[in-house]
């Protein structure tokens, strides 16, 4: 794959780099579902990164008929609406695809799809990147020790302060700790973690169309902590981040019980929640409409979307996964990726 000469302008019309993702997964699948929705592809100037035999086939189990066109860099990119772009990246070489295994050779092909965008974001060549998901098992298994595709793309670009955005419905979420031990979380909610939290989710939330965001912030103990009864974090850490927040005029309320915060959240009450750790959000971001859902990557070159599940090996290569996910992803990448501004 030959590097860029030239920067891509901020347009209307942004170039999404859109990555493969795993191909035993529902990746390719949900890929060929949304390049045949007209208003998907309308918002932006779309091309894959990945392999054409694997698009192909997919796209002949869900009767999409597309034709794909290899590349071999991007300026040869036509953004053709009745052919798809393809641009492969040097390394990659998927053989026969077995559909819903995990394997090491899918787990490369996915890294290196997801690398080659990232190489096109710092040459600035692409606005966004959308990605399908990656098995994070395969993904180990290939030789890559990160813990996540955050990390991975933070590495590439030495970007050092990402984070994750997610979003449900109209409600978007920041996590204080994402994909670390159960054990190590009540160590890592720390005052200036907190606030830079509340400060991105904030700032987020004001680039997404939000004029005067609403934000509420979780706590960590059960109850709130009860006034130190069942642990002091809320007291020592939370509490006075919420405060730091207010001084910067921004709209935050809490700390709020886990228990609560999203039914107030989902109520109307908060445009955005600020969770503690992981699962505090996944948890009531899974029992949404998987449809709605979309995990967006921020902190990097481009903004990267992807979406709140996973590669769905149950159900790969049967052509009945649901791309409301992905779908979400790129209109929000799209989106962000037009305001030309990084959060």
């Given at each position: 794959?030959?590097?860029?000469?030239?920067?891509?302008?901020?347009?209307?019309?942004?170039?999404?780099?859109?990555?493969?993702?795993?191909?035993?997964?529902?990746?390719?699948?949900?890929?060929?579902?949304?390049?045949?929705?007209?208003?998907?592809?309308?918002?932006?100037?779309?091309?894959?990164?990945?392999?054409?035999?694997?698009?192909?086939?997919?796209?002949?189990?869900?009767?999409?008929?597309?034709?794909?066109?290899?590349?071999?860099?991007?300026?040869?990119?036509?953004?053709?609406?009745?052919?798809?772009?393809?641009?492969?990246?040097?390394?990659?070489?998927?053989?026969?695809?077995?559909?819903?295994?995990?394997?090491?050779?899918?787990?490369?092909?996915a890294?290196?799809?997801?690398?080659?965008?990232?190489?096109?974001?710092?040459?600035?060549?692409?606005?966004?990147?959308?990605?399908?998901?990656?098995?994070?098992?395969?993904?180990?298994?290939?030789?890559?020790?990160?813990?996540?595709?955050?990390?991975?793309?933070?590495?590439?670009?030495?970007?050092?302060?990402?984070?994750?955005?997610?979003?449900?419905?109209?409600?978007?979420?920041?996590?204080?700790?994402?994909?670390?031990?159960?054990?190590?979380?009540?160590?890592?909610?720390?005052?200036?973690?907190?606030?830079?939290?509340?400060?991105k989710?904030?700032?987020?939330?004001?680039?997404a169309?939000?004029a005067?965001?609403?934000?509420?912030?979780?706590?960590?103990?059960?109850?709130?902590?009860?006034?130190?009864?069942?642990?002091?974090?809320?007291?020592?850490?939370?509490?006075?981040?919420?405060?730091?927040?207010?001084?910067?005029?921004?709209?935050?309320?809490?700390?709020?019980?886990?228990?609560?915060?999203?039914?107030?959240?989902?109520?109307?009450?908060?445009?955005?929640?600020?969770?503690?750790?992981?699962?505090?959000?996944?948890?009531?971001?899974?029992?949404?409409?998987?449809?709605?859902?979309?995990?967006?990557?921020?902190?990097?070159?481009?903004?990267?979307?992807?979406?709140?599940?996973?590669?769905?090996?149950?159900i790969?290569?049967?052509?009945?996964a649901?791309a409301?996910?992905?779908?979400?992803?790129?209109?929000?990448?799209v989106?962000?990726?037009?305001?030309?501004?990084?959060?």
């Amino acid at each position: 794959m030959e590097e860029p000469t030239t920067t891509c302008r901020r347009m209307d019309r942004p170039i999404i780099a859109i990555t493969m993702g795993d191909p035993a997964g529902i990746g390719p699948e949900l890929i060929a579902k949304v390049l045949a929705a007209p208003a998907s592809v309308a918002s932006c100037r779309a091309f894959v990164v990945g392999d054409p035999a694997v698009l192909e086939d997919i796209s002949c189990v869900v009767g999409t008929d597309h034709r794909f066109r290899l590349i071999t860099s991007l300026s040869e990119a036509a953004f053709s609406r009745s052919e798809v772009d393809v641009l492969s990246p040097r390394g990659l070489h998927v053989q026969r695809v077995a559909w819903g295994q995990v394997d090491a050779g899918m787990g490369k092909a996915a890294a290196l799809c997801l690398h080659a965008a990232a190489e096109l974001a710092l040459a600035g060549a692409i606005h966004g990147i959308v990605s399908a998901p990656l098995n994070k098992e395969a993904f180990h298994l290939a030789g890559y020790a990160y813990r996540d595709e955050l990390a991975f793309l933070a590495d590439v670009t030495g970007s050092s302060a990402p984070f994750i955005l997610g979003v449900v419905g109209q409600t978007w979420t920041v996590t204080v700790t994402e994909h670390i031990p159960f054990k190590d979380i009540a160590g890592a909610i720390r005052r200036d973690r907190v606030l830079a939290c509340i400060t991105k989710l904030d700032a987020s939330l004001r680039r997404a169309g939000y004029a005067e965001p609403r934000i509420g912030v979780a706590a960590l103990n059960v109850h709130g902590g009860e006034g130190g009864l069942f642990g002091r974090e809320e007291l020592d850490q939370i509490g006075p981040a919420i405060e730091d927040a207010r001084a910067r005029s921004i709209e935050v309320e809490g700390p709020i019980p886990a228990d609560a915060v999203f039914i107030r959240a989902f109520s109307g009450d908060f445009d955005g929640v600020v969770s503690m750790y992981h699962d505090q959000a996944n948890i009531a971001r899974k029992l949404q409409p998987r449809e709605t859902g979309a995990t967006l990557l921020l902190g990097l070159p481009v903004i990267c979307g992807t979406t709140a599940h996973g590669t769905a090996f149950d159900i790969a290569g049967k052509g009945i996964a649901d791309a409301g996910g992905l779908e979400t992803a790129l209109r929000w990448t799209v989106q962000f990726a037009s305001s030309g501004q990084l959060v």
